[in-house]
């Protein structure tokens, strides 16, 4: 079985930072791509970061270039989010996912995506 748990989200001031971790159980991530996508109150779930297996390709969202980083640890079996000069908009709950695709071409699609965690909420205060 695989299981993803989020980490490290909590209440923050705009301005701040945190940093996410995903911790994923089952198989070895160093053969799939990994991804964080977040769902803020009333919305839908949207793309924020993706990453190839080897940590040498990255594919961020609009809005959070410049201010996120993902980043993994093959051998550590974990993903983590550095979320830099935080704004109210961040405010979601943030989930990690696993593309089990046989592909380098990272994906911003949800559906591409086979495994995720149950989301670790982040609030901004303005």
């Known amino acids: 079985q695989v299981h993803l748990v989020e980490s490290g989200g909590g209440l923050v001031q705009a301005g701040g930072s945190l940093k996410l971790s995903c911790a994923v159980s089952g198989p070895t991530i160093s053969t799939y791509a990994m991804g964080w996508f977040r769902q803020a109150p009333g919305k839908q779930r949207e793309f924020v970061a993706a990453?190839?297996?080897?940590?040498?390709?990255?594919d961020l969202s609009d809005s959070v270039k410049g201010r996120f980083t993902i980043s993994r640890d093959n051998a550590a079996n974990m993903v983590y989010l550095q979320m830099i000069r935080l704004k109210s908009e961040d405010t979601a709950v943030y989930y990690c996912?696993?593309?089990?695709?046989?592909?380098?071409?990272?994906?911003?699609?949800?559906?591409?995506?086979?495994?995720w965690g149950q989301g670790t909420p982040v609030t901004v205060s303005s």
């Open positions: 996912a696993l593309d089990r695709r046989p592909t380098h071409i990272l994906s911003t699609d949800l559906s591409d995506y086979d495994y």
């Open positions: 990453i190839n297996t080897n940590g040498d390709n990255r």
